[in-house]
């Protein structure tokens, strides 16, 4: 089964910039969607295919994806970004999820 | 707007069943795909599951550790997507979420329906 990789946790300063990454085997030839979980509430969705924003979602976050890193990127990190982030990809039929990485700021 | 919400969670005793429901507004039911995506407590997303549209085949997909014990049916009549969960184990304590699904990825989530298996 395919496995995707995520650190534990992530800091940033505030206002700083914040890169979580999400490893997998050939990563980069699949679409990456990014998930934002606050706590106790329900997961959103901030990136999709990659590096596409829905439609409310600051300009402050973005995506990239090469190889075998997909990487999440918030600049101008702000204590309302302080939540767990999870990449997933689609895998066959079967939605995966990295394990998620809670991102701090300090 | 669309909204998902879901009902059914509670507390059940190991080797039970529990029936969730998901109810959604605001999309054309019809043609979407809804999946079931659960977090254990203190833990990550792990998907469930997932209902196709009929005009997309109508398939449904299940993650391997529920395969055999949860049965993912929709009610295009009602909008609704129905987990029917059998042979419960401890270890599928959890928040249940339904979610909108573009094949890839998950748009719109509900706010969660929580399942206890403990006796």
């Known amino acids: 089964s395919y496995e995707l990789t995520q650190p534990l946790s992530v800091s940033v300063a505030l206002g700083q910039t914040a890169k979580i990454t999400c490893g997998g085997n050939?990563?980069?030839?699949?679409?990456v969607h990014w998930y934002q979980q606050r706590p106790g509430q329900a997961p959103v969705l901030v990136i999709y295919?990659?590096?596409f924003r829905p439609s409310g979602i600051p300009e402050r976050f973005s995506g990239s994806n090469s190889e075998n890193t997909a990487t999440l990127t918030i600049s101008s990190a702000q204590v309302g970004d302080e939540a767990d982030y999870y990449c997933?990809?689609?895998?066959?039929?079967?939605?995966?999820f990295g394990g998620g990485s809670k991102l701090t700021v300090l | 707007e669309i909204h998902l919400v879901e009902s059914g969670g509670g507390l059940v005793k190991p080797g039970g069943s529990l029936r969730l429901s998901c109810a959604v507004s605001?999309?054309?039911?019809?043609?979407?795909?809804i999946s079931w995506v659960r977090q254990a407590p203190g833990k990550g997303l792990e998907w469930v599951g997932r209902?196709?549209?009929?005009?997309?085949?109508?398939?449904?997909d299940y993650a391997a550790p529920v395969k055999g014990r949860f049965i993912i049916s929709r009610d295009d009549s009602k909008s609704t997507v129905d987990l029917q969960m059998y042979s419960l184990k401890s270890e599928d304590t959890a928040v249940y979420y339904c979610?909108?699904?573009?094949?890839?990825?998950?748009?719109?989530w509900g706010q969660g329906t929580l399942v206890t298996v403990s006796s």
């Open positions: 979610a909108s699904d573009y094949g890839d990825y998950l748009d719109d």
């Open positions: 605001g999309l054309t039911f019809t043609n979407a795909w």
């Open positions: 209902s196709k549209s009929k005009t997309d085949g109508g398939t449904i």
């Open positions: 050939k990563i980069g030839a699949k679409s």
């Open positions: 295919r990659d590096n």
């Open positions: 997933q990809v689609l895998a066959g039929s079967t939605a995966v």
